[in-house]
């Protein structure tokens, strides 16, 4: 079995040799080595897409706004990028639509990173497979895990609101048991505190 290190090493060198720049080819090994990580298909993906890489056109992107699309294939490499670069800006609309995405298993990780950046969830759709990113801590997902997505025709991100899993009156209630565990407070108790002490050692 190969490890993380071979795994983020071997994506980045040859995300280089591809003709991506050394700083982009950093960004791609560490995605890499996350996916494999959350267990989608990295290193497959990736492969597939350098095979074409340099005998069809993909489209570039700098500016994202809501609505993205292109009669060319964008790059999903290059919209990562642009993604995690413009995260803060991006998250205050809500919602970001791509159409015409190549190989968009590739963008989930920059996704996942963008996540813990914002703190907040990222719902993920590509076509009908729809993926939940957790702060970059773990992704949920219905996709048949060892097959590659070559091309998206609709990719929506969707950033969630941080809310509670459970209502008010569970958490009083949960609370309440730990009122038992409380200690009555005395004049002892007081003196052993920190910083009640009579000898500054300072």
């Known amino acids: 079995m190969k490890t993380l290190y071979e795994i983020d090493i071997t994506a980045r060198r040859a995300s280089k040799a591809i003709g991506f720049s050394w700083g982009v080819a950093e960004e791609v090994g560490k995605n890499i080595r996350l996916l494999e990580v959350f267990g989608l298909p990295g290193i497959k993906n990736l492969n597939q897409y350098f095979k074409i890489y340099k005998?069809?056109?993909f489209q570039n992107i700098s500016l994202i706004t809501k609505f993205n699309t292109s009669k060319i294939p964008y790059c999903p490499i290059i919209v990562g990028v642009n993604l995690l670069d413009q995260i803060t800006i991006m998250e205050e609309l809500d919602e970001i639509n791509f159409e015409n995405v190549a190989f968009p298993i590739l963008v989930i990780p920059f996704l996942s990173r963008a996540s813990e950046i914002i703190g907040k969830k990222i719902m993920l759709v590509i076509d009908d497979q729809?993926?939940?990113?957790?702060f970059n801590q773990s992704i949920y997902s219905?996709?048949?895990v060892k097959t590659t997505?070559?091309?998206?025709?609709?990719i929506k991100i969707n950033f969630l609101e941080n809310n509670n899993s459970f209502s008010e009156n569970d958490w009083e209630e949960?609370?309440?048991l730990t009122e038992d565990t409380f200690v009555e407070e005395t004049e002892e108790l007081k003196q052993?505190?920190?910083?009640?002490?009579?000898?500054d050692n300072d």
Do not use: D, H, S
């Not at 729809?130 to 957790?134: A, I, M, Q, Y």
């Not at 997505?149 to 609709?154: L, P, T, V």
């Open 55 to 57: 005998k069809q056109q």
């Open 130 to 134: 729809k993926f939940l990113l957790n």
């Open 142 to 144: 219905n996709y048949p």
């Open 149 to 154: 997505m070559e091309r998206a025709k609709k």
């Open 174 to 176: 949960l609370y309440k």
């Open 192 to 199: 052993k505190t920190a910083g009640a002490g009579l000898i």
